[in-house]
Nanobody
């Protein structure tokens, strides 16, 4: 059974930092990353990292967010600095399975940035 379990969301003031963590199990993942969905908006990619370490970031978070991955532990972390109110959203951990190319999602964690 494939599971992605997130932790680390919460409420922070603008300019602050939060760290999201995701523990994946049940599969080998080609890509692990984070998406977010704000009220009334479509889910969008925030950042992703391949098993080889290649990263991809949304333009809106470049220079503020970093992503890291531990292949041995099957974990992925998102360090979010200089947070802005527009970063407020539900953040979902995402995994793309290596062989089946199936997409898997965590349950989501709320990030709220107050102005």
């Amino acid at each position: 059974q494939v599971q992605l379990v997130e932790s680390g969301g919460g409420l922070v003031q603008a300019g602050g930092s939060l760290r999201l963590s995701c523990a994946a199990s049940g599969s080998i993942f080609r890509d692990l990353g984070w998406y977010r969905q704000a009220p009334g908006k479509q889910r969008e990619l925030v950042a992703s990292v391949s098993s080889g370490g290649t990263t991809n970031f949304a333009l809106s978070v470049k220079g503020r967010f970093t992503i890291s991955r531990d292949n041995a532990k099957n974990t992925v972390n998102l360090q979010m600095n200089s947070l802005k109110p527009e970063d407020t959203a539900i953040y979902y951990c995402h995994g793309l399975a290596e062989w089946t190319m199936r997409h898997y999602w965590g349950q989501g964690t709320q990030v709220t940035v107050s102005s």
